[in-house]
């Protein structure tokens, strides 16, 4: 197991099962509709997005991301299952044994389990440090900017 990636695939899954995969910030039309033709302006206070609406976080939405290009790798690979196991360990916190039935994982192969979930950290740190390589390639140099 790695922690580090484990910290952050809790994250992910306490953002999951308190947010969801949806979220949004009202629209005009809507604040028309709550509030008449009289929209509150300036009312003091923070206007933090975080957890009011705005979705997940940066972390868990690339962790999300991992997760799905998993689930979409071929059969061979274990991608599907072990994305499966993610949200069945992360997200629904299943207990160990019911998570490795749902799996296919025989009764009492802790041994096994215990590979998968490596598996599933190597996994998904390989595929948070490809996609943050990627957008790093892809960002403009400061002196190409300039010139």
């Not at 580090?4 to 953002?15: L, N, P, R, S, Y």
Request: hydrophobic share 40%; proline share 5%.
């Amino acid at each position: 197991m790695i922690e580090k990636i484990e910290a952050v695939m809790q994250h992910w899954g306490e953002q999951r099962m308190r947010i969801g995969l949806g979220g949004g910030l009202s629209s005009p039309m809507a604040g028309i509709m709550e509030w008449g033709a009289y929209i509150p302006r300036r009312t003091p206070g923070s206007r933090a997005l975080v957890g009011n609406g705005s979705g997940l976080d940066y972390i868990s939405s690339e962790v999300e991301a991992a997760v799905a290009q998993l689930s979409r790798s071929p059969a061979k690979s274990r991608g599907p299952e072990l994305a499966q196991l993610a949200t069945l360990r992360y997200v629904e916190s299943l207990p160990v044994r019911e998570q490795m039935r749902l799996v296919g994982i025989n009764e009492g192969a802790d041994r096994t389990y215990r590979n998968w979930i490596n598996k599933l950290h190597q996994q998904v740190l390989a595929i948070l440090a490809e996609r943050s390589a990627s957008r790093s390639n892809n960002a403009v140099p400061d002196n190409a900017a300039q010139g």
